[in-house]
């Protein structure tokens, strides 16, 4: 069966310093990838996805960027955090396909930036 | 532009009690529809889908929901409450596009009395 982890689960980073969210899939090749944030009362943001190594897309323009250094693994980046990058940060998997458009999710990071 | 609607932002009900969870989506063609949920601080567990065929869908945690196309509707259902089931609910679309992305509502939260 497949499963997703994320790491770390929980994280506490000043404003202005790096980060580095790590996705893994396991038990299926070639999904696609996606990382969602959400922030208290406003429902799920999509911020990237994946179709494939090294092939992201952007959905907002912000102060994060993703990476997909092998097939199963999406990283979330960040050079510099800002306070309103705080929030709750998800990772999910689809069908390589993706014509199902059926979505499962990790079990998340808590990210507060002070 | 598709988009999803769940008009209830909060909805209290007594255990034992039924439960109707609203959603509305807007979409050109057949949609495909699904119900999420999400327990404080973890990662949204699917519930049910629905992609083609018999309009009354069956799920995980006894839901069901009932897809309407002449009202949009995709509303979730379960006869008695449980306790446990005091979490919060997203309902989401297929946005049409080849890359499996979803579309989620704002999410309802319900709360259950004892």
């Known amino acids: 069966s497949q499963t997703i982890h994320q790491w770390p689960a929980t994280l506490v980073q000043p404003v202005g310093s790096p980060l580095s969210l790590e996705c893994t899939v396991e038990?299926?090749?070639?999904?696609?990838l996606y990382w969602y944030r959400q922030a208290a009362g406003r429902g799920l943001q999509l911020l990237f996805y994946?179709?494939?190594?090294?092939?992201i897309s952007s959905e907002v323009p912000q102060n994060l960027s993703a990476s997909r250094p092998q097939d199963r693994q999406f990283i979330l980046s960040s050079k510099k955090l800002l306070l309103s990058d705080s929030g709750f940060y998800l990772c999910?998997?689809?069908?390589?396909?993706?014509?199902?458009?059926?979505?499962?999710f990790g079990p998340g990071t808590r990210l507060t930036v002070t | 532009a598709q988009s999803v609607t769940q008009p209830d932002i909060h909805i209290t009900v007594s255990e034992g009690a039924s439960l109707e969870l609203r959603c509305n989506y807007s979409?050109?063609?057949?949609?495909?529809l699904f119900w999420y949920v999400q327990s404080p601080g973890q990662g949204l567990q699917l519930l049910l889908k629905?992609?083609?065929?018999?309009?009354l869908v069956q799920g995980i945690k006894g839901f069901e929901a009932e897809f309407k196309r002449s009202q949009s509707s995709f509303n979730l259902r379960k006869p008695s409450v449980h306790w446990s089931d005091a979490a919060e609910y997203f309902c989401?679309?297929?946005?049409?596009?080849?890359?499996?992305?979803?579309?989620f509502g704002k999410g309802t939260k319900l709360s259950v009395k004892p």
């Open positions: 999910a998997w689809s069908g390589a396909s993706g014509l199902s458009y059926e979505q499962y």
């Open positions: 979409y050109g063609a057949t949609p495909y």
């Open positions: 989401a679309v297929g946005d049409g596009g080849s890359q499996g992305n979803l579309i």
């Open positions: 629905y992609f083609s065929g018999d309009t």
């Open positions: 994946s179709v494939g190594i090294g092939q």
């Open positions: 038990g299926t090749s070639n999904p696609n």
